[in-house]
């Protein structure tokens, strides 16, 4: 059973800085994994933000970055806003299926 | 810009068959492969699989014994079958696009509701 790990909650200030990381339990993540991000608002479907470790979709705010970092996907966060607050899915890709993290809840406090 | 709403009944007995419909504007199914996701209430996401118009398909493992994606490019539409439903496929289901070269989710429907209850 893969298991895909998150960061279950983070706290950050408005203006801040924060990383969330997205760890696969078969080693450490790679770009052949894709790593896609979703954030998702209480209520609302998920939405879409980066794919394949980096990229941004049209609509992706450019405060919203992805990378690899210590064998992990991760998404940045650079000058967080009130309405960054949100949770935050991580998705990778296993040969043929792919697996959500359990996801971030991120407070920007 | 592709637009998906998810469509079908909210509420399936335990052991019947789950059948959703998405239909997509904005969009050609030839463009996309098609996919399912689901969330049980206050819980996480989980991939339940997708098909291209093609026919090519993948589905979770965890899943795949149960589960058909169906395409129909007629009406430009297309569906999930999940049977044998229990209290665990309680959960909002969506529908998404899936670009097989960017490898990315791209669009999602605003998710219907199916409670599993007799």
């Known amino acids: 059973q893969t298991v895909v790990t998150q960061e279950p909650s983070l706290t950050v200030s408005p203006g801040g800085t924060v990383t969330l990381t997205c760890a696969s339990s078969?080693?450490?993540?790679?770009?052949?994994?894709?790593p896609n991000w979703f954030q998702q608002k209480p209520g609302q479907a998920p939405r879409a933000l980066i794919y394949?470790?980096?990229n941004k979709h049209s609509w992706t705010p450019a405060r919203f970055s992805g990378s690899l970092l210590g064998g992990k996907a991760a998404l940045t966060l650079s000058g967080v806003q009130p309405e960054d607050e949100a949770e935050y899915y991580c998705l990778l890709y296993y040969g043929g299926a792919w697996v959500f993290g359990g996801g971030t809840k991120l407070t920007v406090l | 810009q592709v637009q998906l709403q998810e469509s079908g009944p909210g509420l399936v007995k335990p052991s019947e068959t789950l059948s959703l419909t998405c239909t997509v504007s904005?969009?050609?199914?030839?463009?996309?492969?098609w996919s399912w996701i689901r969330q049980p209430p206050g819980k996480g996401l989980e991939w339940i699989g997708y098909m291209s118009y093609s026919g090519s398909a993948s589905y979770n493992p965890s899943l795949k014994s149960r589960v058909t994606i169906l395409v129909d490019t007629s009406k430009n539409q297309f569906s999930l079958k999940l049977t044998s439903v229990t209290a665990a496929d309680m959960a909002v289901y969506y529908c998404?696009?899936?670009?097989?070269?960017?490898?990315?989710?791209?669009?999602w429907g605003q998710g219907i509701l199916v409670t599993v209850s007799s």
């Open positions: 998404a696009t899936y670009s097989s070269g960017g490898r990315a989710f791209d669009y």
């Open positions: 078969t080693g450490a993540v790679t770009s052949g994994y894709y």
């Open positions: 394949t470790t980096s």
């Open positions: 904005g969009g050609s199914l030839s463009s996309y492969y």
